[in-house]
């Protein structure tokens, strides 16, 4: 009976079963883009219910086989665009159905793998981690992938601080963090973590951008990522149908040209005689005129800024190939990229890039990936700074012929200005060879191993290794300035070589489990080794005793020296993520990490990283009207910054083979600590808007800074110690925004604001100058309680009140005085004279001191704001991004030391009102010899029209016979910094210092002006 | 749940177990040990002080301090000397945030770092480590305590305060050490050169007669141009040398009428009569030619002589730029 009632009960069982239901069904149809209904060849088909997909092919259609019949759950997804998910798909028997999908105009389907435990959806993150992707990054590349950033996230400042092609923009994510040092954050490139900037990485194969801004998104990355993390993808195959091969070849032609210029003084103050020439006196001297007064015109006169500055070509040229076999994925691209630059004579800089990207599957459960770069460049660099080429050109006079001959006969006279004692910056130019040349491959490889469903093991081995070779050589015979003449000097030769090499290997094991409960849990664990080298040589020698040759051999030998510098960085880390949610709408995350580093002081080896995380999805329990999604969240994490190699180190320096003491060793030296909380909201309403507001307090603590000993106790000068604390506070704003969406028009918009607070909350040396220090000049001060980024210099009198609180003018009689035209105080009667002069502001401090140093500017801006623009008409695509700085301010260097030889514009009075002239005496007290003061202070806002990009892309029946050959053909016009509408005077408000923290060392020193680039561009792809 | 937990925290504490060697080595500078592990080494930080010291008591200070006390007139901006000859005087930069501060700050550390050289020398000395023989090593030793006298003196004359850090000094309990007035710092670094000359007695009495010759290229290679006394420095002209900076520092020591009045002139004559009889002009290592640099910054290029030195020698001159109305004229 027992064996009767299992024997139906097992046929009831079978007649109901889906195996025995089950019919050879299929699903078959086509995907197409919602609006120009193009195929989406790639996109793919899922359903849900018995987790069965198939990929679009190469003819846009897709095939699923095998299909039980039932009601069934069907999701679409293709790589920009909305996912969709069909609901009580009936399939008995063969089915036809064909899906639209609407582009994600939003990028609202966007996943992340950085800072996180695996493959996650922005939605299901619990801090931020912002992303762009191909379609913003390819509207106008960057030459450079560093300066792909540049405007597209809000908290994101990049600085281009040289224009000198083949020069990397500096990248700073929120606030600093660091009071000594730059603020760069860790940069990764395909799983690579890179030791150098991104200057050799080509831009063009670049998929993705992620960017982790702070602590409390990048404490994966331990105790390098205090600063934050950018990493980058380049393009796979993975994206393609199988069996398809995409060929793109991309040429970019242009042309690059200074911006603007900076105000010069094309006037004098010398007596002119009858026939317009100088009145000389009896020793040959220029007279001048009465009142010294700069509004003569000079007899003959240049602008010799456009003589230096010439147009130069812009070209690259770019081919890649992407290929989906099936089982694995391949990419291959190379490039070819010259940019000249603006600079008379100079070849400017050209790179090659090669990448081959692949995956391969072996069986269902293995898969290698491997990811390689090559570049090799060649950079003509040019001197910046005082005594470059720039700082010349604005010493000399109009009318100095700087392309006049030598006593030899040689073009450009070495001493055009007999009156200034700068050398023709021409002559550099043409003579001197400089020549910097690297390789650098980038290669990782990873196997990962799926044992189980909910199990994976992945190893991988990373390298990033650089070599340099870089030389200047002046040749025997070169011209130079002799006290009052010329003489030619016998020449000299400097050559340095190097490389630079990091390796990383890293064991990973992930578990993942979906819990009927509806929770979901993926934790990743891993263990991580990295070894990092340096190795530097160079030589230097100078008086040749033979021309024409360049090699040490032949200088003087006892002008020879040799220098070398070597480093090695050993670091092991550890760290396990846990992420979890329920159902996707309760999401947690949290992560332990343990960073080992020989960089640590030997006492200190080890420091402990953690992060927890959690946002709720509130629209997921609730039904808000017009409100799409909306989830709240929060962040705490934690991450370091390095210490420099040689900081725990006690160092003697040798000196002609005599030994002193250099720097106490510390070997309690610590990474610099810093935890950051974030809060914030994401929603996405009325189906056009996303909107992302983040605030972010950040303070890091341990500051790692070389603070100087106290009469050099032991002998030593200074020790590295843990001795600041720095606080940022950031508040971001990010709009998505659909403007219109029809089937021929597609216009969107992305609006990104930031506001960034940044200060010194604790210092445990005394206040002290930071950054550039020229001619003793430093402007950056550093002081407990007040903002970093400060600058401290000398004042002017502005009023007869304020004259008063100095009590040497206790006595002063107001009527003495005036205020003159540009708002100081002068003597009264002075105005317009040799004798007019500005008059230093002094007061006495709370303690009875009289100050004459002041805080006198601050670099922070107000904020910062960009807007791109995305409109597809037709064929037709058009780009243009705005940025824009309000508030801020830069020490113009530039200007001030030009006031020496009186080449400002500012001193030039031809043109302005009687009585508001000024003699030149005037402005050599504005000049001060270089001491910091106010009047060099100038506003920094602008408002940039960064990159505009105008394209018509023929599609493939378009293109008649040549249909045969192309899927489509794209024509179109870029623009690079088209225009800056700004009240700073130099060459461009986007300028720092030539070295350190350029973010916050806002100073115009000289630097290679950034200029505008307007190419051409034509895309080919079969 | 309870099996993914266990195997989650069963790897992660497999992961926390580190297990790299981290040590790395800095083989780009030695460390005292190294620096110092050799007798010779000793010797060698002698010699450094002194380049130390001789390029920050020459030109470094002459240059601001040439225009300033109006022997010397200039526009350059660099150290402090455009600024240094205005009339009237600005205040000295020596605020932490003065844009010339190093002009100040620089002679401080450098000062106090040659002083060091010459401590940690002494102290190994008297520790114990002999240099050659005897009778050189009291010869190195008499050369580092003039050192410790050239350091304070340079910081007395100077400075209001310095400190007073010998190879008596415990530097592991540096928080008791205090500020001395300038007046205390100068006699200190009389009794220094009084040590010096001690210890030249003991070293003459052991057979040295001179400076020790590898202590030459620290005092300069002394080249015949500049030089009367050859290639080695006897203790006898060694001594002339300590003693007129004895002069130097009492003399010079004094900032007031009061001070000056103070001055036993008896002292300073006998240390003068005692002093350098000879041209002496060395040109420090070698290496970094300050001699050079001297020449071209001070006397050549940057800086002039003022016209109130002029005038000493040609009264037809005027004494003060201000009195110069027609400059064809000069």
């Known amino acids: 009976m027992l064996i009767r009632i299992l024997y139906l009960y097992s046929l009831i069982l079978l007649l109901f079963s889906p195996v025995l239901l089950a019919q050879n069904n299929m699903l078959t149809g086509k995907v197409t883009d919602a609006n120009s209904g193009v195929e989406l060849q790639g996109a793919t088909v899922f359903i849900i219910q018995t987790e069965q997909g198939a990929v679009v092919d190469l003819d846009g259609n897709y095939e699923i086989t095998s299909i039980p019949d039932g009601v069934y759950t069907i999701r679409i997804s293709f790589i920009g665009y909305r996912t969709k998910t069909v609901n009580d798909v009936v399939i008995e028997g063969d089915v036809s159905l064909d899906f639209v999908l609407d ?57 281009q601080n040289s224009g000198m092609p083949g020069t990397a923009a500096s990248i700073r994510l929120r606030g600093s963090t660091a009071l000594i040092g730059d603020q760069s954050p860790l940069i990764i490139v395909d799983g690579v973590l890179l030791d150098e900037s991104l200057v050799d990485i080509d831009a063009l194969d670049i998929e993705s951008i992620e960017v982790l801004k702070g602590a409390s998104a990048a404490s994966l990355y331990g105790s390098r990522a205090a600063n934050g993390v950018v990493s980058i993808r380049t393009r796979r195959g993975q994206y393609l149908p199988d069996g398809a091969v995409q060929v793109t070849i991309r040429n970019e032609f242009g042309r690059s040209s200074i911006a603007r210029e900076l105000p010069w003084n094309n006037s004098h103050h010398y007596e002119l005689d009858e026939s317009g020439d100088f009145v000389l006196d009896s020793g040959g001297n220029r007279v001048p005129n009465e009142n010294y007064i700069s509004d003569q015109p000079y007899p003959e006169s240049r602008n010799l800024q456009r003589e230096l500055f010439e147009p130069g070509n812009f070209m690259t040229n770019y081919i890649s190939l992407l290929g989906n076999t099936g089982r694995g994925n391949y990419a291959l691209s190379f490039n070819n990229t010259h940019t000249e630059g603006i600079l008379f004579g100079v070849s400017g800089y050209s790179r090659q890039n090669l990448r081959f990207n692949l995956d391969q599957n072996f069986g269902d459960n293995l898969r290698l990936s491997t990811s390689t770069a090559y570049s090799t460049s060649n950079q003509e660099p040019v001197p910046q700074g005082p005594g470059s080429p720039f700082f010349r050109v604005l010493m000399l006079q109009p009318n100095a012929d700087i392309y006049g001959t030598n006593p030899d006969g040689s073009r450009y006279n070495i001493r055009p200005d007999p009156q200034v004692s700068e050398s023709n910056p021409l002559y550099q130019l043409a003579n001197q060879e400089r020549d910097n040349r690297r390789q650098r491959f980038l290669g990782d490889i990873r196997l990962n191993y799926n044992p189980l469903d909910w199990l994976s093991f992945e190893g991988s081995y990373s390298i990033d290794r650089v070599d340099f070779r870089n030389s200047v050589y002046t040749p025997k015979g070169f011209w130079q300035i002799s006290g009052n003449s010329v003489a030619q000097g016998n020449g000299s030769l400097t050559k340095a070589n190097g490389y630079g090499l990091a390796q990383t290997a890293i064991a990973t094991a992930t578990l993942r489990r979906e819990f009927r409960s ?26 040749f005793s033979v021309g024409g040759i360049p090699r040490l051999n032949l200088t003087d030998q006892d002008t020879r020296s040799t220098q070398s510098f070597q480093t090695q960085i050993k670091t092991e880390n550890v760290f396990g993520i846990l992420d979890m949610d329920y159902r996707e709408r309760y999401i947690i995350s949290a992560l332990l990490r343990r960073d080992g580093s020989s960089e640590f002081g030997a006492d200190q080896r080890y420091s402990n990283y953690y992060r927890i995380s959690g946002a709720y999805r509130i629209t997921e329990d609730l ?19 390095r210490p420099p190699f040689q900081a725990q180190y006690e160092t003697y320096s040798l000196s002609g083979g005599a030994p002193s003491p250099g720097n106490l060793g510390n070997r309690d030296l610590r990474p610099a600590f810093s935890k950051e909380l974030e809060l914030g909201v994401d929603v996405e309403f009325l189906n056009r808007f ?29 020790q590295w110690q843990n001795a600041g604390t720095l606080e940022a506070k950031t508040f971001e704003v990010s709009l998505g925004a659909i403007i219109m969406d029809s089937p021929n028009l597609q216009w969107t918009a992305n609006l990104n604001f930031d506001r960034i607070r940044q200060t010194v909350t604790q210092l445990n040396f005394p206040p002290r100058f930071v950054g550039p220090n020229l001619q003793s000049n430093a402007v950056f001060y550093l002081n407990e309680g007040e903002p970093f980024g400060i600058m401290y210099g000398r004042r002017w009198v502005r009023s007869f009140e304020e004259l008063q609180r100095n009590p040497a003018f206790e006595g002063a009689n107001p009527q003495d005085y005036i205020v003159n035209s540009d708002g100081f105080l002068i ?33 922070n801006p107000d904020f910062n704001i960009s807007l791109s623009q995305n409109i597809d008409y037709k064929n037709w695509s058009f780009y243009a991004l705005l940025d824009a700085q309000v508030g801020g301010e830069i020490y113009n260097l530039t200007k001030q030391w030009i006031f020496r030889e009186l080449r400002h514009g500012d001193i030039d009075q031809r043109g302005k009102p009687e009585g508001e002239r000024k003699a030149v005496q005037y402005y050599n007290s504005l000049y001060d010899a270089n001491n910091t003061n106010e009047y060099f202070v100038e506003d920094a806002s602008y408002l940039k029209l960064r990159e505009v990009a105008v394209n018509y892309t023929f599609r493939q029946n378009q293109l ?10 794209r024509v179109g016009m870029s623009g690079r910094n088209l225009l800056t509408l700004t009240r700073y005077s130099g060459f461009d408000p986007e300028v720092s210092g030539l070295e350190g923290d350029v973010s916050n060392y806002r100073i115009d020193s000289y630097a290679y002006p950034n200029y505008r680039t307007i190419t051409g561009v034509i895309e080919f792809t079969f | 749940m309870k099996k993914l937990i266990f195997i989650s925290l069963t790897m992660l504490l497999l992961a926390l177990q580190s297990c790299a ?14 620096a110092t592990q050799n007798p010779g080494d000793i010797e060698g930080l002698v010699v450094g002080g002194y380049n130390t010291w001789a390029l920050m008591a020459s030109w470094r200070t002459l240059l601001p301090h040439t225009v300033q006390s109006d022997w010397g007139t200039g526009t350059v901006g660099n150290w402090w000397v455009n600024n240094g000859g205005h009339v009237p005087r600005e205040e000295f930069p020596n605020t932490p945030t003065a844009s010339y501060r190093d002009v100040n700050q620089d002679f401080w550390d450098d000062f106090n770092g040659s002083m060091a050289n010459a401590n940690i020398a002494i102290a190994a000395i008297e520790g114990g480590v002999i240099i050659e023989d005897e009778a050189y090593t009291l010869a190195i030793k008499a050369a580092a305590q003039f050192l410790q006298a050239l350091n304070l003196g340079s910081l007395g004359l100077m400075y209001d305060q ?31 050169i009084e040590a010096a000359r001690a210890t030249i007695g003991l070293a003459r009495n052991a057979g040295m007669d001179s400076l020790p010759s590898g202590l030459i290229p620290s005092l300069g290679t002394i080249d015949s141009r500049w030089s009367a006394v050859g290639s080695t420095i006897s203790w006898d002209n060694f001594e002339k040398i300590m003693n007129s900076y004895a002069a130097t520092f009492i003399v010079m020591g004094a900032r007031s009428v009061t001070e000056n009045d103070q001055i036993n002139w008896q002292e300073v004559y006998d240390y003068a009569s005692a002093g350098i009889d000879f041209d002496f002009a060395p040109i420090s290592d070698n290496n970094t030619n300050w001699q050079s640099q001297l020449l071209r910054y001070l006397y050549a290029d940057w800086v002039r002589p003022n016209l109130n030195i002029i005038n000493l020698m040609d009264p037809d001159m005027p004494k003060d730029f201000f009195l110069v109305t027609d400059w064809s004229e000069l």
Request: net charge negative; no cysteine.
């Open chain 1, 518 to 543: 509806g929770i979901n849990t993926r934790f990743r664990a891993s263990y991580q080794f990295e070894n990092r080298e340096y190795d530097e040589t160079s030589a230097s020698g100078s008086n």
């Open chain 1, 623 to 641: 039904s808000i009207n017009g409100i799409q999604e909306l989830k709240v969240r929060a962040s705490l994490g934690t991450a370091g910054l």
């Open chain 2, 21 to 34: 060697d981290l040590s790395v080595e800095n083989l780009n500078d030695p460390d005292r040990e190294l």
């Open chain 1, 960 to 969: 008649g016979r040549f249909g045969n050959m192309f899927n489509s053909i």
């Open chain 1, 690 to 718: 996303d909107l992302t507001v983040n605030y972010s307090n950040q303070e890091t603590r341990d500051q790692i800074v070389l603070v100087p000993l106290s009469a050099r106790a032991g002998g030593f000068n200074a």
């Open chain 1, 103 to 159: 582009r994600d105009l939003l990028n609202l389907e966007e996943v992340v793998v950085t800072g996180v435990s695996g493959v996650t959806p922005q939605r299901n993150l619990a801090f931020t981690v912002d992303r762009i992707g191909e379609r913003e990054l390819q509207a106008v590349p960057a030459v450079s992938a560093s300066s792909s950033l540049q405007g597209k996230m809000p908290g994101v400042s990049v600085i």
């Open chain 1, 827 to 859: 003597l009264a009667g002075t105005e317009g004279t040799p004798d007019e002069e500005v008059i230093r502001y002094f007061e006495v401090d709370e303690n009875g001191d009289l100050v004459g140093d002041f805080r006198i500017g601050d670099v």
């Open chain 2, 162 to 192: 310095a400190f007073i850090i010998d190879e008596t000094t415990d530097l592991e309990n540096l928080d008791g050490i205090e500020l001395v007035p300038y007046d205390v710092v100068l006699l200190e670094a009389l009794n220094k």
